[in-house]
């Protein structure tokens, strides 16, 4: 257990539902970043937050996806008008950044499935 | 951006066994980590081994060491005395560009008994 927690693990929903994860990093790490893993696939990058902040979003977070960061703690990623094509593995990871030195620390994850 | 290249789709050896997994990747960054993760079946991804880019000397850890070529982008994980806990999806990862970690498509690690 790396200490980072997501919830849920698993979600089922049906297309065109909207659906909202939440992660919990490390408390004292000021990073906290969304990945999304497909089968056989390593992660893809979507956003990450420094504090409460979002710094850079990738070009794969279309206009449905939005993540948020209140109090610079906990995050939430939330999907609008789910597609069969947002099916995957969403990672969390979280960090505490000194200068250059960054290690990230992997949530479980959230395995979601649009039917 | 960030490329990683990992050639070997999956490995296969016996207990015991020495293995060694590739890396070459690219980057424009001039300071920046390198990262060998793990990720067992259906768990949680699991940070192996470390390697700061402006240190030459390669990061060791336990069974876990790492061969790096900064000059070659290379960085090639080695996996001695391998266990049946060893196997897992094994990625690799540079990081320090403006959209975290940049992976590979991972190498699958199979250890026979």
């Known amino acids: 257990d790396t200490g980072v927690s997501q919830d849920p693990r698993h979600k089922i929903t049906k297309r065109g539902q909207n659906v909202t994860f939440r992660c919990d990093p490390i408390?004292?790490?000021?990073?906290l970043y969304w990945y999304r893993q497909t089968l056989g696939q390593g992660p893809e990058f979507l956003t990450y937050?420094?504090?409460?902040?979002?710094?850079?979003k990738s070009r794969l977070l279309s206009d449905r996806f939005s993540a948020e960061r209140p109090k610079g703690s906990f995050s939430t990623l939330e999907i609008q008008r789910t597609e069969q094509g947002d099916s995957a593995m969403y990672l969390c990871?979280?960090?505490?950044?000194?200068?250059?030195?960054?290690?990230?620390?992997f949530g479980p994850g959230t395995r979601l499935l649009v039917l | 951006a960030q490329t990683v290249t990992q050639s070997q789709p999956e490995m296969s050896v016996q207990e015991a066994e020495t293995v060694t997994l590739s890396c070459t990747y690219d980057?424009?960054?001039?300071?920046?980590?390198l990262f060998w993760y793990k990720q067992p079946p259906s768990r949680q991804m699991i940070l192996v081994i470390r390697?700061?880019?402006?240190?030459?000397q390669n990061a060791t850890e336990n069974r876990f060491s790492v061969n790096f070529q900064k000059a070659a982008k290379s960085f090639s994980l080695k996996i001695s005395d391998s266990q049946l806990g060893d196997t897992a999806m094994y990625f690799c990862?540079?990081?320090?560009?403006?959209?975290?970690?940049?992976f590979g498509k991972g190498t699958h690690l199979i250890i026979q008994p």
């Open positions: 390697q700061e880019a402006y240190k030459q």
């Open positions: 990871a979280s960090s505490l950044v000194a200068g250059v030195e960054e290690t990230q620390y």
């Open positions: 980057t424009s960054e001039n300071n920046y980590y």
């Open positions: 408390s004292e790490h000021n990073r």
């Open positions: 990862a540079p990081g320090g560009g403006a959209d975290g970690l940049t």
């Open positions: 937050f420094q504090n409460e902040a979002q710094l850079e």
